[in-house]
C-alpha cells in the first residue's frame, strides 16, 4: 500500500490519538509531510475560491444541517442561473446587439420608472423578451432563429440532465436505504442533531422528539374507533386544502379575465402578480393556523406535514395551471405579440414574488424574531421553516424555466434575486426543529412544470410580426428549414441523414423505450433476487444465534455435573469454549 | 508529543493534520479554544488534562444531552474521571467534524449510547437514551407503557440475531440506512 493509502487506512480507523501516533512511526515521517502538504495545500485553496465556503461552515454550526440544507439550495439555484444567463446572454444577446446597435423603439415611449415593475413600456422593444429579437442572419453566418431555438433546447435538456442526476444520487440515498426503517424510532433517535448549541432550541427539539416518540408508540395502541377518527381528520384535512386551493385558481382566472376587458393603463397589469403573490403568502398561514387548532389529534406532526407541504404545493400548481391556461387560451389568440405578453406577465410575477419574499421575510421572520427576543420572550424564537423556504425557491426557479422561453434575460433577476436572499435569510435564520424534508422531495417539484413549458411551445405557433420564429408554423419547423437548406452541398449529408432516419422517423423510438423497459426488468430481477438473499441471510444469522446459545448451555450443563480435576480434561474443555466463541 | 505555550509547532501541526480530519484552520482554533480553558501556568506544561467540568463550560458541549458521555468515551485518562488532554480534544473534534467517515461516527455514536460500556445495547441503555433525549424531569418523560413498546419497536427493527441486544455491527446496519445520520452527527466550534 502506497504511503498514503496507508495513512487514509489508519485515519478510518477508531484509535485514539496516541495509538494512532505509534504505527505512523514505522515509515518514514518527513516524505509523507511533503505530499500530504501539497495535497492540503491544493484543498484549502479550493475552499477559499468557492462561494460562500465560510458563511455556510458558520451556519451549520450555528443553526444546524436542515438550515443549511436550504442555503445549499440557494447557492445551487444562483450557480444554475449564471449560467443560464451567461449562456443566453454570450449566444442570443451579444450577436443581436453587435449587429444592430439600436433597438427600434417607437419615438413616442421612454423610459418611466414603472417599467421596473411592470415589465411593459419601454422594455417592450428591447432584447429582454423574445418581440426584441429578430429572425435575420447576423453577418451572413451567424442564423439568428437557429440560434435562439438551440441556445433555449440545449440549455432545457442540460438542466433536465443535471437534475435526473441530482435527484438520482439522493434518490439512492433517501428512498432505497431508508426504505422501510425511515420513521422509525430509531431514525429518530440516531438523528439527534449535535451541533444545536442553543438551550433553548435544545429543549424544543426535545419536546419534539417525545411528542413523536409518543406518537409512534400509540400508533400500536389505537383501537379501531380511533383509527377511524383519525382516518376521518386526515381526510376532512385534505378536503379543505385542495378546495381552498381550487377556489383560489378559479378567482386568479376571473381576475385574469376582468383585466383584460378592463385593459387601458399599465398600472392595472399590476393586479394580478400582485393578488398571486398574496395569495401564496397568506394561504400557506391559513394552512399552518388550521394546524394549531388541532389540539384533539394526537397525530398533529403526521397531518401537519400532510396538509401544509401537499396543500402548499398543490396550491401553486393549481395557480400555475391556471395562469398557463390562460395565457395559452386567451393571450395568444388576442394579441399580436403574444410571446413578449407572457414574459412580460412573468417578469411581473417574478419581480412581485421577490418583493412579497422579502416583505414576509422582515414581517414573518425578523420582527416576530425581534418581539420574541426581546419585547415578549413568552412567545419564544420563532422556528425558520424550511420546508416553506425551499417552496418559494422551487416556485420562483420554475417562474423563471416556464419564462426562460419568453423572456431570455430573466435569469439575470434571479441572479440578483437570490443573491438578495441569501443575506436577507441568513439574518433571520435560527434554529430549525428536526425535519424530515429530503432532497428528492424538492427537485422532483420541479420536472412537471417543465413539461408543461414543452407542451405549450409545441402546440401553438408563433406569431407573425415579431420574434426570431415569425412566418413559421410551429417552433420546430425551424429545424426543418434548415435541414431542407442543408441538403444542397454535399459536407453535410450525414447530418441530414441522421435528421431523418433517427430523429423523425418512429423506429428509433420505439427502439430506445424497448431498451429501456429491458434494462429496468433486469434490475428489477436482480433486487428481486437480492431481497430474497437478504432475508435468507437474516433468518441464517437468527438460526446462528440459537446455536450458541444451545452450544453455551450445553457446555455450562457439562461444566455443573462434571467438576474437573484433570488439568487437560480443563484444557479440552478451554478449547470447546474458545470454538463455542468463535461461532459468535 | 505535547502542546507548547501558546503556539503549535508547523511539524505537529502536519501531524495533526495527517492523523485527524481536522484542517489546518480548525486545528488552530481548537488549539485557540482549548488554551483559554487552561489557567496561566498550566499552559506552560505539556499535555495538561483538563477536567470534564472546565471542557463542559465550551458552549458547543454545554447543552448537549450527551456531553458527560462524550467526555467519558475520548477521555484517555486512567482514572477514568472523562478529563481530556488537547489530544484527546483533537479527537473528540476529528470524530465530530465533516469529513470523518461514517464507520467512525457509528463507532464512536455506538460507544456514546452504551451507557454502562459493556459493548452491546441492551434494555437499559435504551432506556437511558431515550429519556436522555426527551428530557430529565418528570414530566417530560415517555410513561412505562410508552418506553416499554418503543423499545420492543426498537429491538424488533434493529436486533437482528434476536438476542435482546443490539450490537455494533447491528447499530452499523441500522445508521448504514439513515440519511441524517452524517450530517446531524457534528459539532463544529
Known sequence: ?????????????????????????????????????????????????????????????????????????????????????????????????????????????????????????????????????????????????????????????????????????????????????????WQLLCSWDFSVTNERAVRQRRNNLRESLSEKAQEELLTLSEKLRHYGVHFGSWLLSTGLAVGCGASIYYLCQYEQKVHNQEAETLLVPFVVSLINLVIPLFYSLFNKF?????????????????????????????????????????FSCWESMVGQALYRLVIFDFLFLMLGSFFGEFLSNVIGTRLLTSLGVPEFDVARNVLDLIYTQTLAWIGIYFAPLLPAIQILKFFLLFYLKKVNACFQEFSTCCAIYQRSKFIPPRFVCLVLLCRLSPSEQCGPFQGLNNTFAVVEVWMTELEGPSHSHWTVWIYHNVIRSELFYFLVTLIIIVIIYIFWQVTKGRQELIRLLRQQIINEGKDKFFLLDKLQNLQKSHPNR???????????????FFLC | MGTTASQLDKDLLSEYQELTFLTKQEILLAHKRFSELLSKDERNFENTRVSMERILTLPELKSNPFRERICHVFSTSDQKNGSLTFEDFLDLLSAFSDSATLEIKSHYAFRIFDFDDDGTLDCGDLEKLVNCLTGETDDTRLTTDEMRQLINNILEESDIDKDGTVNLSEFQHVISRSPDFVSSFKIVL
Not at chain 1, 18 to 41: A, P, V
Not at chain 1, 297 to 303: E, V
Request: charged share 15%; proline share 2%; hydrophobic share 45%.
Open chain 1, 1 to 185: 500500500m502506497s504511503a498514503r493509502d496507508r495513512t487514509r487506512a489508519i485515519l478510518d480507523l477508531p484509535m485514539s490519538f496516541e495509538e494512532k501516533n505509534g504505527e505512523c512511526f514505522i515509515f518514514h515521517h518527513k516524505t509523507k509531510c511533503c505530499i500530504f502538504s501539497y495535497d492540503l495545500y491544493i484543498k484549502s485553496a479550493r475552499q477559499t475560491l468557492e462561494l460562500w465556503q465560510g458563511i455556510m461552515k458558520e451556519i451549520g454550526g450555528k443553526f444546524g444541517s436542515s438550515v443549511l440544507s436550504y442555503f445549499v439550495f440557494l447557492k445551487w439555484l444562483l450557480m444554475f442561473n449564471i449560467f443560464s444567463f451567461m449562456v443566453n446572454f454570450g449566444f442570443i444577446t451579444i450577436p443581436l446587439l453587435v449587429s444592430d446597435h439600436s433597438p427600434n423603439i417607437p419615438p413616442n415611449v421612454s423610459f418611466r420608472g414603472l417599467e421596473l415593475l411592470s415589465g411593459a413600456g419601454y422594455f417592450t422593444y428591447t432584447v429582454m423578451y423574445y418581440g426584441g429579437y429578430s429572425n435575420a442572419t447576423v453577418g451572413q453566418v451567424y442564423d439568428m432563429q437557429l440560434a435562439y431555438f438551440f441556445t433555449i433546447a440545449v440549455y432545457m435538456v442540460l438542466c433536465g440532465i443535471a437534475l435526473i442526476f441530482s435527484m438520482a444520487s439522493s434518490f439512492r440515498q433517501n428512498y432505497v436505504l431508508a426504505d422501510s426503517v425511515s420513521n422509525s424510532a
Open chain 1, 294 to 334: 388541532e389540539h384533539y389529534s394526537s397525530q398533529r406532526q403526521q397531518i401537519y406535514a400532510l396538509v401544509v407541504r401537499s396543500g402548499n404545493v398543490f396550491l401553486r400548481l393549481v395557480i400555475l395551471a391556471v395562469l398557463c391556461y390562460y395565457w395559452m387560451n386567451v393571450v395568444a389568440e388576442k
Open chain 1, 566 to 580: 484433570n488439568p487437560k480434561q480443563k484444557k479440552q474443555k478451554e478449547v470447546c469454549c474458545d470454538r463455542v
